[in-house]
């Protein structure tokens, strides 16, 4: 067996709740991801997907269906306080998963006073899965980075600090939207290419980023290097996650400091944190592209050169009114993979965070940066796809896209696959754009 591979990952395992059994289904017992709901006016809880339904924990604790011995932290959870939960460390999500998977499983004696605690997943809320403190961007596409500085220097995409270090930029968190949550339009500072000064409208070119949420778990006090041995422990588990971006603001703006309005209106994260027990059987070495300098050795770690990437299957789908009238289903346009697109690991990202003596708390958020494949058609923006809109892409009913139209809704999702494991996925992050409001 693999490191970190136990019972809870059996690909036979089968639970009583019918609907996780579906062979093509996001939630069966193998995954378990955490997210937080409420069902009407009700008070925010955390549940766990199974199936079609969430387990509500609030309901398992009070019908003391999971073991006594879990109960430190049941308490938070019940109370929809995911960030205490994750900061009792691995251990208790562990445990709190074991148990769950004995619970959930055919034949489970637990079965008769747990069944009375599902909800229907369709009747549910589902909001952000926990409180989110600071968020902190990423840029470890590698082949985003390459398209996207092609486009802007054809003869130096890559910057010289690239291959070495993790770049980042920190984001505000207070704009983090839980999936199916709208926005406006964002309105910006442009400076068309032929114009003496810059405006204010709003976006012309507005984009989508398929990238992944890393969860932070763990705590380091200020001034405190988490090695790269001990990074994993800081991280909960992975979402999908959609940096939503103004081109245009962007390009105006973006000298000498970086990203600022063009990315504050909206991201929208995924509601099911899937926890890192559950990828553990899709683990892998990153694919580094060849000619890379091996990375300093504060970044360097046997265990995570081998197995520290994740092997998520990525897809970008968009749906226009226009399409959503005609009848017409949301029509793919990118796909792509985490390992395959990341030049760091989530351990490195961690690591590097925190060298410097940064702290990060429970409920802090990493975005990994767009996640484009080798290929362009797996690119993970449309910036990529239509080349900087010289060459828009074609949509069923006989749309094109350069940049995103009001009406457009874009949804992410992820899947981990592979012989011998179970199937998992990651729900999905989805969100539209409203027309711009009037200024
Ligand atoms: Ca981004």
């Known amino acids: 067996m693999s490191p970190g591979i136990d019972a809870t990952h059996d690909p036979a395992l ?16 193998q995954n378990l991801p955490f997210g937080r709901f409420r069902l009407g006016e009700q008070p925010w809880r955390m549940g766990v997907a199974i199936g079609d339904q969430v387990l509500d924990l609030r309901l398992a604790l009070e019908a003391r269906a999971l073991p006594e011995e879990l109960e430190p932290g049941l308490l938070p959870l019940a109370a929809g ?53 600071d968020y902190t961007d990423f840029y470890v ?7 996207v500085g092609r486009l ?28 199916g949550h709208a926005f406006s339009r964002p309105w910006g500072q442009v400076r068309p290419p032929e ?48 940096d939503w971006s103004a081109r245009d603001v962007q390009a105006w703006e973006y000298q000498p400091l970086g990203p600022f309005l063009s990315k504050n209106f909206a991201s929208t994260l995924s509601p099911w944190v899937v926890t890192l027990e559950a990828l553990a059987p899709f683990r892998r070495a990153l694919s580094r592209p060849a000619g890379q300098p091996r990375p300093l050795p504060y970044l360097h770690s046997e265990a ?20 959503r009238a005609q009848g017409l289903g949301a029509h793919c346009i990118s796909r792509s993979n985490f390992a395959d697109a990341a030049c760091w690991t989530v351990a490195q990202m961690v690591t590097h965070h925190t060298v410097g003596g940064c702290a990060l708390r429970p409920g802090d958020l990493f975005g990994s940066g767009t996640l484009s494949g080798p290929r362009p058609e797996q690119a993970g923006s449309l910036l990529e796809l ?38 998992i996925g990651f729900g999905a992050c989805t969100a539209r754009v409203l027309p711009a409001v009037t200024r």
């Open 152 to 179: 802007f220097r054809p003869d130096n995409p890559l910057l010289p600090n690239y291959p070495w270090v993790p770049i980042a930029y920190h984001g505000r968190s207070s704009t983090i939207l839980p999936s």
């Open 81 to 133: 306080d995911l960030n205490a939960f994750m900061a009792l460390g691995p251990g208790a999500r562990s445990a709190l998963r074991k148990a769950l998977s004995g619970a959930l499983a055919a034949g489970s004696q637990a079965q008769a006073r747990l069944a009375a605690c599902l909800v229907p997943q369709a009747r549910v809320e589902l909001g952000l899965p926990c409180v989110i403190g």
């Open 304 to 323: 995570d050169a081998a197995g520290g990437a994740f092997d998520v299957q990525l897809e970008v789908w968009l749906s226009t009114e226009r399409m």
């Open 141 to 147: 596409g590698i082949h985003h980075a390459t398209a």
């Open 14 to 29: 089968r639970s009583w709740v019918d609907s996780a059994n579906q062979p093509d289904g996001d939630f069966p017992i």
């Open 195 to 242: 114009a003496e000064v810059p405006e204010l409208r709003p976006t012309a070119r507005l984009d989508f980023e398929l990238e992944m949420g890393i969860v932070i778990g763990g705590a380091n006090a200020l001034g405190e290097a988490v090695p790269i041995e001990r990074a994993e422990q800081q991280v909960f588990g992975l979402t999908l996650f959609n």
């Open 386 to 423: 239509s080349q900087g809109g010289k060459r828009p892409i074609e949509l069923p009913g006989g749309e094109q896209r350069s940049f995103l139209q009001d009406g457009d809704e874009i949804t992410l999702r992820g899947l981990c696959h592979r012989p011998g494991a179970a199937r």
